[in-house]
T-cell receptor, first 117, second 111 residues
Framework: DSGVTQTPKHLITATGQRVTLRCSPR?????VYWYQQSLDQGLQFLIQ???????AKGNILERFSAQQFPDLHSELNLSSLELGDSALYFC????????????????FGPGTRLLVL | QQQVKQSPQSLIVQKGGISIINCAYE??????FPWYQQFPGKGPALLIA???DVSEKKEGRFTISFNKSAKQFSLHIMDSQPGDSATYFC??????????WGAGTKLIIKP
């Protein structure tokens, strides 16, 4: 158990809808990262927050947004969902805030499996 | 965007054999190279990492070999066991750079 929690575990929704994925980092970790893993594909970095502020941005679509709250939990909002958004979404956390988590171990949660029908 | 090219995409190794996964990067400013292991239904977990000041790092049956001039690094799993069956991701990063991930290698160890 990494200590990172993600909810929900599974999510089924329809095209055009909006969903919110939630992540709680490990105790003491200030950075949260969001990743997308499509079927048979690698990890695509979406965005990193450090202590409430956006720290690094990857291939995140304009339809997607994220935030980190004062209690350090984070939410990833996905809107106007398309079939191609079906994927596993991982949250990871690390102690510090170097952009991209350079040199730091990232601890991954169990993921949220999103299916858009 | 900088890429990390990982090969092979999938690998089948007999129990007790050596599993080798290779990665190549482009940016010479990268100075942190981790390997993550992912079991089905789980998130990736750090397995081993190396910095370019050493050419090799060993932790148990897992070894990273690093070739700075060739901009390549590889993961060797000695005496591979069925419990090593997983997907392995390499990544590369540096100061002010996002961690760039390889596409992953699905490793199957046959008993």
């Amino acid at each position: 158990d990494s200590g990172v929690t993600q909810t929900p575990k599974h999510l089924i929704t329809a095209t055009g809808q909006r969903v919110t994925l939630r992540c709680s980092p490990r105790s003491g970790d200030l950075s949260v990262y969001w990743y997308q893993q499509s079927l048979d594909q690698g990890l695509q970095f979406l965005i990193q927050y450090y202590n409430g502020e956006e720290r690094a941005k990857g291939n995140i679509l304009e339809r997607f947004s994220a935030q980190q709250f004062p209690d350090l939990h984070s939410e990833l909002n996905l809107s106007s969902l398309e079939l191609g958004d079906s994927a596993l979404y991982f949250c990871a956390s690390s102690v510090g805030g170097l952009a991209g988590g350079h040199g730091e171990t990232q601890y991954f949660g169990p993921g949220t499996r999103l299916l858009v029908l | 965007q900088q890429q990390v090219k990982q090969s092979p995409q999938s690998l089948i190794v007999q129990k007790g054999g050596i599993s080798i996964i290779n990665c190549a990067y482009e940016n010479t400013a990268f100075d942190y190279f981790p390997w993550y292991q992912q079991f089905p239904g789980k998130g990736p977990a750090l397995l081993i990492a190396i910095r370019p000041d050493v050419s090799e790092k060993k932790e148990g049956r897992f070894t990273i070999s690093f070739n700075k001039s060739a901009k390549q690094f590889s993961l060797h799993i000695m005496d591979s066991q069925p419990g090593d069956s997983a997907t392995y991701f390499c990544a590369a990063g540096g100061s002010n750079y996002q961690l760039i991930w390889g596409a992953g290698t699905k490793l199957i160890i046959k008993p």
